[in-house]
């Protein structure tokens, strides 16, 4: 896919970008995925220490996807971010400030069972500032490892468990070490339910529900929402 567009906003300032995606399946199993866009730009305004800027901003990635078998899924994804901007005062060049982002996720999933995923993965993240202003840090790097765990657990023909746990370890240049995980567990209750109004009672958890028609009834009713029962409103 190709796509460009190009306007002018106002009699000195011009903007035109590009962008590009295309994809190939190398085979049953192999799967390559590109990406890219660039913009350019120069807007004039009213300043003291300058009056006009030339910018770029530029994404490029791409994805490798590699089904090795029904349980197994590898992807790589990587990509680089660029953000510059030459300022301008009439036509003496002022400052300029560029700003990069590199970054790379390996991912492999793997089916232990039918509704039971684990995910293994790696990230790695770079910024880099480059400019004429002196800045303290100019390279600041992120590294992480990740694992988490998706199954659902159905117990009856209606009612199901879903369970998720993460955790995942970062390594930051700036703040160092860090572990963060999450656990979740939800169940279905009910099917059927569109837009209901649902109500649990604090202190016996029963879950109570009425319609949300938008009709004026006097007196509404309300259902007792059990485990594995149908409910058409």
Known sequence: ALAWSGRATHVNDRNRSLSLRAGINAGDALTFEGH??????????????????????????????WQASDAFKLQLTAGRNVD??????????????????????????ITLAPDQLLTLGLDWLRDRVDSDTPFDETLRGNRAGFVQYQGRLATSKFAAHDLQAALRRDDNDQFGG???GAVAWGMDAAHGLRQPFVAVHPKTGLVTASDQQGN??????????????????
């Open 216 to 233: 004026y009834v006097p007196t509404t009713p309300l259902h007792v929402v059990r485990g594995g029962q149908f409910y058409g409103f």
């Open 84 to 109: 510059a901007s030459d300022q301008f005062l009439g036509s003496a060049f002022q400052n300029f400030f560029s700003t990069d982002r590199d970054s790379a996720t390996l991912q492999g999933d």
């Open 36 to 65: 890219a866009l660039r913009a350019e730009g120069h807007n004039d305004y009213d300043g003291d220490y300058s009056d006009s800027s030339a910018i770029v901003q530029q994404v490029i990635g791409g994805t490798v996807k």
């Open 178 to 180: 860090h572990d963060t």
